[in-house]
């Protein structure tokens, strides 16, 4: 590249040595333009499909590499129109996961950072989040039971869900054993580590409580305790619709809509209102009024820890 | 595992049962010379069934206590909360506690 030379740099000595080269130079000029003219005219005398194609192969090169640059830098997404819309929607999750803050973040965007931040703390694989796919992962790898279908009864304020006791019964007798790796507990829940589960939205249940691990304390709120004195707090839907309401419950609560927090040490006590039925409040006290529906939780944390969660 | 007297409903999260425990009971097992070299005799813990927390007396206005949240000890002799060393307190263990007049008995729960 002797033309890119940069002038200044020359100095006499080199003189002579740059006139052959100019010589030299505009011989090749000739022979380049010669060349250019020869594939321009062949270029014409194409069909226009090939002539389609010879545009819009540079044109995908650059767009592939804009975007994985794009990628590798800051999750940008590519402008290309060529792109087919599944890896679009490739990016777009991408993009969600690396810039949250840039995104106005919609519910799925946020269960997906969250859980893919806390699964790297632990340096686990991101859980499946949307619905839709954990339906899938649910269904295609967890025994039917254990895939039980939340059904809120919002259409039933009032008193406990008629099949409740038994749907609990039937679905959550056990907390899956640890030794299913790769499927979700509940239908939700990964195992990150010995005993440990993690929820879409971050949270983590582990061992402690007087049933020996949380999951099983958890479990008291999915079926009445009619004897009990005072309210006893129970959720629709068994062990998965608590759990999820209790992600629901949290993601609201970090967004503070409809919160009140206390802290208290390195404990935090939300309690939200999630704005329709997620229970009904049992025990004594709630049997001596027909059992009235729920909409609020109370939440338990310590850091990301649930220490207990119910319905009030 | 519900408490079977308790003292009052818990304060800090609201839904739980602050519940009496007896703790140390394994000691009225071990001969006397082993029992002399710990200090803790049964003691008696107030704990709430729903969030942990711990009194050491049947009061609920003095300081409380969060056991780790894998681990829970008991924080007079450092045994494990939940272990086979303690045990929600029936009527005799209260007598022996001396704490049988702290119980609210409207909270009383009889297994069965
Ligand atoms: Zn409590
Ligand atoms: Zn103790």
Not at chain 1, 194 to 203: E, F, I, N, V, W
Not at chain 1, 277 to 301: C, E, H, S, T
Not at chain 2, 66 to 84: F, I, Q, R, S, T
Request: proline content about 6%; aromatic content about 4%; some cysteine.
């Amino acid at each position: 590249m002797i033309n890119r030379v940069n002038p200044h740099l020359v100095d006499l000595t080199t003189v002579a040595r740059s006139k052959a080269a100019s010589m030299n130079k505009s011989k090749q000029k000739l022979v380049g333009l010669g060349i250019l003219l020869l594939m321009l005219a062949g270029y014409t005398l194409l069909p226009p499909e090939l002539q389609q194609l010879i545009q819009l192969q540079p044109d995908d090169a650059t767009t592939s590499q804009n975007n994985s640059d794009g990628q590798r830098l800051n999750g940008q997404e590519g402008k290309s129109q060529q792109l087919d819309t599944n890896s679009k929607q490739q990016e777009a999750a991408k993009s969600a996961q690396t810039e949250p803050t840039v995104r106005s973040p919609t519910n799925a965007d946020i269960e997906n950072t969250a859980g893919s931040r806390a699964a790297k703390e632990f340096g686990q694989n991101t859980p499946a989040t949307d619905d839709e796919s954990r339906q899938k992962i649910g269904s295609s790898q967890r025994s039917p039971t254990a895939a039980s279908k939340n059904s809120s009864g919002s259409d039933q304020p009032r008193g406990p869900p008629s099949n409740q006791g038994q749907r609990s019964q039937s679905s959550d007798n056990n907390r899956q054993s640890p030794d299913q790796t790769g499927t979700l507990v509940h239908g939700l829940l990964q195992e990150i580590s010995k005993d440990q589960y993690l929820s879409p939205a971050g949270l983590i249940y582990g061992p402690g409580s007087a049933e020996g691990h949380r999951l099983d304390h958890l479990r008291r709120h999915v079926q009445n305790q009619p004897k009990r004195p005072g309210k006893h707090g129970v959720f629709d839907g068994g062990m998965q619709g608590a759990l999820k309401t209790i992600d629901d419950a949290f993601r609201r609560a970090q967004k503070e809509q409809r919160t009140t927090k206390t802290i208290d040490r390195n404990r935090t006590i939300y309690t939200v209102d999630l704005g329709k039925r997620i229970g009904f409040v049992g025990g004594q006290d709630g049997g001596r009024r027909r059992n009235p529906m729920a909409r609020r939780v109370r939440l338990v944390l310590e850091g990301k820890r649930v220490i207990t969660a119910y319905p009030m | 595992m519900s408490p079977q007297h308790s003292i009052d409903f818990c304060p800090l999260c609201g839904g739980g049962l602050c519940g009496i425990r007896i703790c140390g009971i394994q000691r009225d097992n071990v001969p006397e010379q082993d029992a002399n070299a710990s200090s803790a005799s049964p003691h008696g813990l107030v704990v709430c069934d729903e969030c942990d927390a711990i009194w050491l007396e049947p009061d609920l206005t003095t300081a409380h206590h969060y056991p780790d949240v894998e681990h829970a000890k008991c924080p007079v002799c450092l045994d494990a909360l939940w272990g086979p060393n303690s045990r929600w307190a029936n009527h005799d263990d209260l007598t022996r506690l001396q704490w049988d007049l702290a119980i609210n008995p409207a909270l009383d729960i009889t297994e069965g």
